[in-house]
C-alpha cells in the first residue's frame, strides 16, 4: 500500500530490497506498529535500513513522503504559554478511544484554525480546547488518538519531528569522517603475494600431503612463505596555512594510515604547497628538518604508491614559475609542476586527494592551479567515499 | 506472545524496545550497531532476564570460523578412544561436539543467542551463517543428521563495524544503531547502577564528562562504562566538589590515550589544542 514509499527509498539511493519490504508488509499485518506514525518509523527504519550511515537520507526520504502530516506553524504565542505549564492529569483518567470522534488530517487543520480563532483563555484537561491533558484533538499532555499535538515536552515526539531533526546526518558515508572509518577505507588497499622475500614459516598442507606421500608416508613438511600485503605506500601531506582548516581531517587520515599496520611499507612527508627540492620530515616544514627529495626517489622503488594530500590552491607562479617557491630564501630551478612531473614518472600509481569539496574545484580559490593539477593527477575528495574512489585508482593495473 | 520491556537493571530507549520487539515477533536476527559502551551486549542479558530465557553467548574471535558454531568432530578422541578400547567407537555421534549454534538449536525451550562482535570475524563469517540463521537448522555431515531447531531462538546479533557486513546478511536482520544517551537517559543509568549518588557529584561529573566528550581533538571519547568507573572513583575518594572540574582528578579512567590527556588539558588552558598533527 505504501509501495510508492519503497520507490522513493530506492530513488534516494537506499538499497531497500523487495525481501525486506515484505518483511515489512509482515509486520505490519502482524500489527508490530500500533497506529502511530513515530512506531512506523522507527519499524520501517530498523527493518529497511542496515546502516547507521544511512539513517540520514532515510530521514529525509521519511520526511519527504510524510511531510503532510506536520502540526499547523501558526499558533498564537498565548496559547503556546498555556501549553508551556505543568500538566496534572485528573484521577482516574481512562477513557476507550471509541468515544473519541473520528477525524481526518484536513478537518482537524480547519477545526484548528477555528478553535484558535475562538479560544480566549487557558485550558487544562478538557476536550474541546487547545489545551494540556484532556482528550481534545488539540493540545499536549493528553490522550486522543488522532490529535494534532502542540508544544510541550516532547512526551511523544511525532515521527517527522523525529525525521526532520536529522540527529545522524554525521554518520552519512559522503561525509567527512573520522580516523576508523579512514583505517576501514585503508584496509581496502592491499595486494597479497607470497613470492616477497620473508622466512618461511607457514605450513603447505598440500605440498605436505604430496611430499610425504612421495616418500611412501614417512612424514614431510614443506614450509612455505605466508601471504603479506605488498603495498607500499607514500604519503605527502601539504602543510601550507590554506590547509589549516583541514587539519583535522589531514590528522586523522594521517593517523589511520600510520595505524593501519597490513602496509609494507609507509613513508610520509610534508610540503608546502608544492614539493620542490626539499620534503619536510614534520608537518611544521621547518627549515633543515627536510630531505632531498632527489633521495625520495633514488631510494623509493617505483612500486611505492603515492598519495598527495592537499588543497592545490596557491598562486600560479608557485606551481608554474622557476623560484615560485613562496618560502623566502628558497629558490627553485626547477618550477613545481616540474617536480610533481617527476613524481608520476617515477610512480605510476599516484593520486591527489583534496580536501575542498569537488563542486567547488573549478571556482574556487586557487582553481587555475587546482585544475592544472587535476590534468597530472587524478584527483579526488577527500572524504571516505573519494579515499575509496582513490584507492581503486591505486589498485587497478593500467 | 514474548514482548520485551526492559529489565530493571538495564535503561531502554522506547526505539530499541521496539526494535526488539518487531525482531522476536518476525523471529529475525537483532542486529546491534553503536559506540563501544553502550550498553550492546549487556542488551542480551536484560532480554534473557526479562523474558526468563537461558542466554547462550557465542563470542567470536579472529579466528572463529562459521563451523565452530555449528558443532566439531573430534577425531583424535575417536582415534585415541580406538587406540586403547575405549568407549564405542563405531557411534560417531559421540564425537561431535555441538558449538553454540547448535547448543542454542537443540534446547528443549527457547534460549536467547547472542553472538558477539561477529565483525571480528573473517569477511566472509555472516555469509556462512545465511542457511543456519534463515533455517535454524545443519546437517551433519559424519552422522547424516540434521539439527533443528524445535522452537526458533531469539537471536541478537552485536557489531562494532569494523568490517562491513555482507549485503545478503543484512537483508536477513533487523537493524539497530544504539545512540548515545544523552544526558537524561545517562541520568536513568546511573540511577540504575548507584542509587544513591550524591546529586551534587553527578551534576559536576555529567558537566564534565560531556564537556570532554563535546571536544573535537579527542580522538577516543569516553563512554558510558568510563563515566561509571569514573563515578566510582569519584565518590570513593571523596575530592572535594570544587576540584572535579577544575582538576578532573582520575582523568585516566576517562581518556586512555595520552595525547587525548594532553590536549584535554590545553584546551581547558587556553582554550584550544595545536597537538592534532601528531
Known amino acids: 500500500m505504501f509501495i ?34 513515530i512506531d512506523f518509523y522507527h519499524l520501517c527504519r530498523s527493518v529497511l535500513v542496515k546502516s547507521e550511515a544511512d539513517y540520514d537520507k532515510f530521514d529525509l526520504a521519511f520526511a519527504e513522503y510524510f511531510k503532510g502530516i506536520e502540526t ?38 480547519r477545526m484548528l484554525k477555528e478553535r484558535i480563532a475562538e479560544q480566549k483563555e487557558k485550558h487544562c484537561g478538557g476536550n474541546y480546547w487547545v489545551g494540556t491533558g484532556g482528550t481534545s484533538v488539540f493540545g499536549h499532555g493528553g490522550y486522543n488518538p488522532q490529535g494534532i499535538r502542540i508544544g510541550g515536552e516532547g512526551r511523544h515526539k511525532t515521527a517527522i519531528q523525529v525525521a526532520s531533526e536529522r540527529n545522524f546526518k554525521d554518520f552519512r558515508q559522503d561525509n567527512i569522517l573520522d580516523t576508523r572509518q579512514f583505517q576501514l577505507a585503508f584496509k581496502k588497499l592491499r595486494q597479497f603475494s607470497s613470492r616477497l622475500d620473508g622466512k ?8 605436505t600431503v604430496n611430499e610425504t606421500c612421495d616418500h611412501a608416508g614417512m612424514l614431510r613438511l614443506v614450509w612455505d612463505r605466508p601471504r603479506q600485503n605488498a603495498v607500499k605506500l607514500l604519503i605527502l601531506f601539504d602543510s601550507d596555512g590554506s590547509m589549516m582548516p583541514y587539519s583535522r581531517l589531514c590528522s586523522a587520515l594521517f593517523q589511520a594510515a600510520n595505524k593501519s599496520n597490513h602496509f609494507k611499507d609507509l613513508k610520509v612527508f610534508y610540503f608546502h604547497n608544492c614539493v620542490y627540492e626539499k620534503l619536510y620530515t614534520d608537518p611544521y616544514c621547518r627549515r633543515g ?45 626547477l618550477p613545481g609542476i616540474d617536480w610533481l612531473n617527476r613524481f608520476i614518472q617515477k610512480y605510476p600509481k599516484h593520486i591527489w586527494l583534496n580536501p575542498i569539496p569537488k563542486a567547488e574545484w573549478d571556482h574556487t580559490y586557487g582553481s587555475f592551479t587546482i585544475l592544472k593539477i587535476k590534468e597530472k593527477f587524478p584527483m579526488f575528495e577527500l572524504t571516505v567515499e573519494g579515499l575509496e574512489a582513490g584507492i581503486k585508482k591505486l589498485l587497478v593495473s593500467r | 506472545m514474548n514482548t520485551f520491556k526492559g529489565s530493571k537493571d538495564y535503561v531502554v530507549s522506547d526505539e530499541l524496545m521496539h526494535a526488539v520487539n518487531v525482531s522476536i515477533a518476525l523471529q529475525k536476527p537483532l542486529l546491534i550497531k553503536g559506540e563501544p559502551g553502550t550498553g550492546k551486549t549487556m542488551l542480551a542479558q536484560s532480554i534473557a532476564d526479562a523474558l526468563e530465557k537461558k542466554l547462550i553467548v ?102 562494532n563495524a569494523e568490517k562491513e557486513l555482507p549485503d545478503a546478511f543484512l537483508r536477513r536482520c533487523i537493524f539497530h544503531y544504539i545512540e548515545f544517551p544523552d544526558a537524561e537517559r545517562m541520568k536513568e543509568i546511573i540511577a540504575v547502577h548507584y542509587a544513591d549518588i550524591e546529586k551534587n557529584l553527578l551534576a559536576q561529573a555529567m558537566e564534565t564528562f560531556y564537556w570532554i566528550r563535546g571536544l573535537k581533538d579527542i580522538q577516543k571519547k569516553p563512554s558510558t562504562s568510563e563515566l561509571l568507573d569514573w563515578l566510582q572513583a569519584l565518590v570513593h575518594s571523596g575530592i572535594p566538589l570544587a576540584k572535579i572540574k ?33
Not at chain 1, 498565548?78 to 484536513?106: M, Q, V
Not at chain 2, 555441538?98 to 534460549?111: I, N, P, R, S, W
Request: proline fraction near 3%.
Open chain 2, 246 to 278: 577544575e582538576e578532573i582528578p582520575f582523568v585516566g579512567v576517562l581518556l586512555k590515550k595520552n595525547q587525548d590527556i594532553e590536549a584535554m588539558f590545553e584546551i581547558k588552558e587556553k582554550g584550544f589544542t595545536v597537538k592534532r598533527w601528531i
Open chain 1, 200 to 207: 618461511k614459516s607457514e605450513l603447505d598442507i598440500d605440498g
Open chain 2, 58 to 159: 557465542w563470542n567470536i574471535k579472529s579466528t572463529t570460523k562459521a563451523q565452530d558454531g555449528l558443532y566439531l568432530y573430534d577425531t583424535v578422541q575417536r582415534l585415541y578412544d580406538s587406540q586403547f578400547g575405549e568407549g564405542d567407537v563405531s557411534d560417531i555421534g559421540k564425537y561431535i561436539k555441538l558449538g553454540k549454534l547448535g547448543e542454542a538449536f537443540t534446547e528443549e525451550k527457547q534460549v536467547v543467542l547472542l553472538i558477539d562482535e561477529i565483525d571480528k570475524a573473517d569477511l566472509e563469517f555472516p555469509n556462512d551463517l545465511l542457511w543456519e540463521l534463515d533455517k535454524m537448522e545443519f546437517y551433519v555431515n559424519e552422522t547424516k543428521e540434521t539439527i533443528k531447531t524445535r522452537i526458533r531462538p531469539i537471536v541478537i546479533i552485536t557489531s
Open chain 1, 4 to 37: 510508492t514509499f519503497f520507490y522513493l527509498l530506492r530513488a534516494r539511493g537506499l538499497k531497500v530490497s523487495l525481501n525486506e519490504w515484505m518483511i515489512l508488509i509482515e509486520a505490519l499485518n502482524q500489527g508490530l506498529c500500533s497506529a502511530s506514525l
Open chain 1, 72 to 109: 499547523p506553524a501558526d499558533i498564537p504565542d498565548e496559547i503556546w504559554k498555556w501549553l508551556d505549564e505543568e500538566i496534572k492529569l485528573p484521577e482516574g483518567f481512562e477513557k476507550s478511544y471509541d468515544d473519541f470522534a473520528k477525524h481526518n488530517l484536513e478537518e482537524l487543520q
Open chain 1, 289 to 333: 628538518h627536510w630531505i632531498d627529495t632527489e633521495w625520495v626517489f633514488k631510494n623509493l622503488g617505483s612500486d611505492y604508491k603515492v598519495i598527495f594530500i592537499g588543497d592545490g590552491a596557491m598562486a600560479p607562479t608557485e606551481l608554474m614559475s622557476k623560484g615560485g617557491n613562496c618560502y623566502v630564501g628558497l629558490y627553485n630551478e
